[in-house]
């Protein structure tokens, strides 16, 4: 004991390093024997036709950290679809990601595929034309394919630190483990992606201008699609509302306050309509378990 103390007081970084290498390790692990363990699903007395969404917890700022996870709740509060959010850390799907869902017993996990089986499951429906429903894929696709890589790029690689720092639910020893492994992770995604390969500002100039392109598409109407909004919405709100409402600096947040205030309107308005109960989520939902 007195030894290992010796070493906190030599070189307390590496310490500190090693010691949340270890907890997280841990938790990997036992996030492995758990979901190989599970062989039922996570809410046992399920009621019939409910939705039983898992999402992280929250931040003082945003319900949601992941925009996929928000963008699937606003969705099904859009389509008025029952369901109840359990926020938790160290609660991954079969596929290992957040968001997921139960219905009926059964998991569904990829947020566009659980859209896309939630609309069939529902019956519910957007109402656009042939050729809305062809702009509202592209734009879709667009925000998650390029736009989310450039921001994803600024809050995990140049600004990890004050980002993790918003994760009140992630305890010291895992922050210390986040700030050291996601500029890792991250740098070697957007590489393999490709949009890495470009230089810092024109991978975050891509992003400026796919969010032009959203300003352009909105226009001077409420929504992407006129006075009502639809699952394209979803989307744009689940995205923008990350680089607007967390206290980090991107630079598509002053990108879109002096280039595109439609856009900023348009998304405290889908916060209005949408999430009367923001305030009181993000504050009730900081910490995560375990
Ligand atoms: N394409 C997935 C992306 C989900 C995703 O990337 N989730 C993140 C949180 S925002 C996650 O689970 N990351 C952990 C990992 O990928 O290992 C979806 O739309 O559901």
Redesign the pocket.
């Given at each position: 004991m007195d030894s290992l103390l010796n070493w906190w007081a030599k070189s307390p970084k590496t310490v500190t390093f090693v010691a949340s290498g270890a907890v997280a390790v841990c938790l990997w692990a036992t996030a492995r024997v758990v979901r190989r363990r599970r062989t039922g699903p996570r809410v046992a007395n399920y009621e019939k036709d409910k939705v039983y969404m898992f999402n992280f917890p929250s931040c003082r700022t945003i319900v949601s950290v992941?925009?996929?996870?928000l963008k699937l709740e606003t969705w099904l509060r859009l389509h008025k679809i029952p369901h109840t959010v359990t926020r938790k850390i160290m609660v991954w799907s079969q596929k290992?990601?957040?968001?997921f869902v139960e219905l009926n017993g059964q998991e569904y996990n990829?947020?566009?595929l659980i859209i896309a089986k939630l609309t069939e499951h529902f019956g519910v429906k957007d109402n656009l034309t042939d050729e809305q429903e062809g702009l509202a894929r592209g734009l879709e696709m667009m925000l998650e394919n390029q736009t989310v890589y450039s921001y994803f790029y600024y809050r995990y690689v140049e600004d990890v630190v004050n980002f993790i720092n918003t994760w009140e639910f992630c305890g010291y020893l895992l922050r210390q483990f986040l700030y050291f492994t996601f500029p890792r992770g991250y740098g070697k995604k957007v590489f393999y992606h490709g949009i890495g390969r470009n230089s810092v500002a024109e991978m975050y100039d891509m992003g400026f201008q796919d969010i032009m392109a959203l300003s352009r598409a909105l226009g001077n109407k409420q929504f992407l699609f006129g006075d009502e909004p639809t699952t394209a919405d979803c989307y744009a709100f689940g995205h923008l509302a990350q680089i607007l409402y967390i206290p980090i600096n991107y630079p598509h947040k002053k990108f879109m306050r002096e280039s595109t205030p439609n856009l900023c309107e348009y998304v405290d308005r889908m916060k209005e309509r949408f999430w009367p109960d923001w305030d009181k989520l993000s504050l009730e939902n900081l910490q995560g378990s375990p």
């Amino acid at each position: 004991m007195d030894s290992l103390l010796n070493w906190w007081a030599k070189s307390p970084k590496t310490v500190t390093f090693v010691a949340s290498g270890a907890v997280a390790v841990c938790l990997w692990a036992t996030a492995r024997v758990v979901r190989r363990r599970r062989t039922g699903p996570r809410v046992a007395n399920y009621e019939k036709d409910k939705v039983y969404m898992f999402n992280f917890p929250s931040c003082r700022t945003i319900v949601s950290v992941s925009p996929f996870g928000l963008k699937l709740e606003t969705w099904l509060r859009l389509h008025k679809i029952p369901h109840t959010v359990t926020r938790k850390i160290m609660v991954w799907s079969q596929k290992g990601q957040i968001p997921f869902v139960e219905l009926n017993g059964q998991e569904y996990n990829e947020s566009n595929l659980i859209i896309a089986k939630l609309t069939e499951h529902f019956g519910v429906k957007d109402n656009l034309t042939d050729e809305q429903e062809g702009l509202a894929r592209g734009l879709e696709m667009m925000l998650e394919n390029q736009t989310v890589y450039s921001y994803f790029y600024y809050r995990y690689v140049e600004d990890v630190v004050n980002f993790i720092n918003t994760w009140e639910f992630c305890g010291y020893l895992l922050r210390q483990f986040l700030y050291f492994t996601f500029p890792r992770g991250y740098g070697k995604k957007v590489f393999y992606h490709g949009i890495g390969r470009n230089s810092v500002a024109e991978m975050y100039d891509m992003g400026f201008q796919d969010i032009m392109a959203l300003s352009r598409a909105l226009g001077n109407k409420q929504f992407l699609f006129g006075d009502e909004p639809t699952t394209a919405d979803c989307y744009a709100f689940g995205h923008l509302a990350q680089i607007l409402y967390i206290p980090i600096n991107y630079p598509h947040k002053k990108f879109m306050r002096e280039s595109t205030p439609n856009l900023c309107e348009y998304v405290d308005r889908m916060k209005e309509r949408f999430w009367p109960d923001w305030d009181k989520l993000s504050l009730e939902n900081l910490q995560g378990s375990p």
